[in-house]
């Protein structure tokens, strides 16, 4: 089954304390992306991947990492989490190339920073 | 940048009616227009999309139309059912593929009472 794995789905965390949250296609994408979503603010793109060790930064990026070692995964870091960083948080996957905007996106990460 | 803006957050409806979401966006250049549903608990997905050299793209009880001279475009849906309950998401880029990435606007969240 096609699909975007991420992980852990819920995470509560203190502030200061890194953490990854990893994200996984089984589609050979080219393209990965992170987002966070914020009521009444939409969904906010974080980083982008084009490809592997191809990384490029979004519209919020500041406070994130990402890298882009394989084709398949995605990981996020949060190298000094702070309350701000609450959030849903969505990895999404899809072809370069392709003639739709067929993004799959995972089932989400539920983040809360005490 | 591009800018995208949503209306109305929020949409409640009786089942059977119709529902119209509202996008507009500020870069002419922009040139594909998906929107994505995201029900309870899940990453979005995309239900339809239109080019700017089309006007109007439909698929069973869901419809998108697109006025490129005035930089708006909508969803409509039909004869709406409960399971149509979701948050939508209009989103605006210069093509579908390749390395454009979208902007989404703030999401409307639509409510179908029975």
């Known amino acids: 089954e096609a699909q975007v794995t991420q992980n852990p789905r819920y995470l509560i965390t203190v502030t200061g304390k890194k953490l990854t949250v990893t994200c996984s296609q089984n589609?050979?994408?080219?393209?990965m992306s992170w987002y966070r979503q914020d009521p009444g603010l939409g969904l906010r793109q974080i980083y982008y991947?084009?490809?592997?060790?191809?990384?490029d930064k979004g519209d919020v990026p500041e406070g994130y990492k990402v890298s882009r070692k394989e084709k398949r995964n995605f990981p996020l870091i949060l190298e000094s989490p702070s309350p701000n960083q609450t959030s849903l948080y969505f990895c999404?996957?899809?072809?370069?190339?392709?003639?739709?905007?067929?993004?799959?996106f995972g089932p989400g990460t539920r983040l809360t920073v005490l | 940048g591009e800018n995208v803006e949503q209306h109305p957050s929020t949409l409640s409806v009786q089942e059977g009616d119709s529902a119209v979401i509202k996008c507009t966006y500020s870069?002419?250049?922009?040139?594909?227009f998906p929107w994505y549903k995201q029900e309870l608990g899940k990453g979005p997905q995309l239900i339809i999309d239109?080019?700017?050299?089309?006007g109007e793209k439909k698929d069973q009880r869901i419809a998108v139309t697109l006025n490129k001279t005035a930089k708006h475009f909508s969803l409509h849906i039909t004869e709406t059912q409960p399971e149509d309950s979701a948050v939508y998401f209009c989103?605006?880029?210069?093509?579908?593929?390749?390395?454009?990435?979208?902007?989404f606007g703030r999401g409307t969240s639509l409510i179908v009472h029975p």
């Open positions: 989103a605006a880029s210069k093509g579908p593929g390749g390395s454009y990435i979208p902007t």
């Open positions: 589609m050979n994408h080219e393209y």
């Open positions: 991947s084009m490809n592997v060790e191809v990384t």
């Open positions: 239109i080019r700017s050299n089309v």
């Open positions: 999404a996957s899809r072809k370069v190339g392709g003639d739709r905007d067929t993004q799959y």
């Open positions: 870069d002419s250049a922009s040139n594909y």
